[in-house]
């Protein structure tokens, strides 16, 4: 169990970066045992020694991803230059459970309102779409586990502040987790193009609002999911607004119907 690692006791404090990395055996795998969220895992790719596989193992445990890369991509992601063939990419906050996001609208005895993200994956969007939730009152705010950013030193900045009072729950399933939450009572609408304009739909009521990908939109299969579809009307050249100003937009029309 010891061949490889540090005693913890010994460990270098330049094992760990700045913000949300953390590089090393030693150091990657204390940070899985102290219970710190691990978003990604950088493991080298083709290695097999027993370290390593011990760092696996944990990361099964906690059903974090693992993404076997280069030495040279691991030497670029490095700011050590001691990552010992892993890298780790933690959480700047832990997460909340979906039931959170609907317990805190109970507990405010509100019908629930929450944010569904679809595959953001600019940490810049991530943080103010936060930022918007806790302002409009939402309840909580949903991401997928893949091919989307996580809670990141750049989402909590880009948040200003708001990451510490608007739960952020990460889900497998963006599709299986709205026909769950449709079971408590929720239906949901998302931003598309070809949808119904905003101000001709009815947002009352416990409500989930889905946003896309910065590229694409909402998949198809959560499009599916979804109830209802809402378009804002656009008169300029462009044909498309950010995916943060465009949650902004949808969900201060939730909050103008909520005052109806």
């Known amino acids: 169990m010891k061949s490889g690692f540090e005693d913890s006791r010994t460990m270098k404090k330049e094992e760990y970066t700045e913000g949300t990395r953390v590089e090393g055996r030693n150091a990657v795998l204390e940070a899985f045992r102290s219970g710190k969220t691990v978003d990604k895992l950088y493991v080298l790719e083709g290695c097999k020694d027993g370290p390593v596989q011990t760092i696996l193992r944990e990361a099964g445990k906690h059903d974090t991803i693992v993404q076997y890369v280069s030495k040279a991509r691991l030497d670029q992601m490095s700011e050590t230059k001691k990552h010992q063939g892993v890298i780790a990419q933690t959480a700047a906050f832990h997460y909340a459970e979906v039931a959170d996001l609907l317990e805190a609208a ?68 963006i599709s299986s987790t709205i026909q769950e939450l449709k079971e408590q009572g929720l239906w949901f609408v998302c931003a ?53 100003v465009a949650a902004g937009i949808l969900a201060y029309e939730i909050v103008r119907q909520r005052r109806l």
């Open 106 to 173: 109970r507990e405010k005895g509100e019908p629930p309102f929450l944010l569904i993200l679809d595959g953001i994956e600019d940490p810049h969007n991530l943080g103010a779409i936060i930022r918007t939730a806790n302002l409009a009152g939402a309840h909580g705010v949903i991401i997928p586990k893949r091919r989307a950013v996580g809670l990141t030193a750049a989402v909590a900045k880009a948040s200003a502040g708001a990451i510490a009072y608007t739960p952020v729950a990460k889900v497998t399933n």
């Open 192 to 244: 598309d193009m070809e949808g119904t304009v905003l101000y001709d739909l009815d947002l009352k009521g416990p409500i989930g609002l889905v946003i896309g990908n910065e590229g694409e939109g909402v998949s198809r299969l959560v499009k599916e999911t979804c109830d209802l579809k809402a378009a804002i009307p656009m008169k300029g050249e462009i044909d498309s607004l950010n995916a943060s």
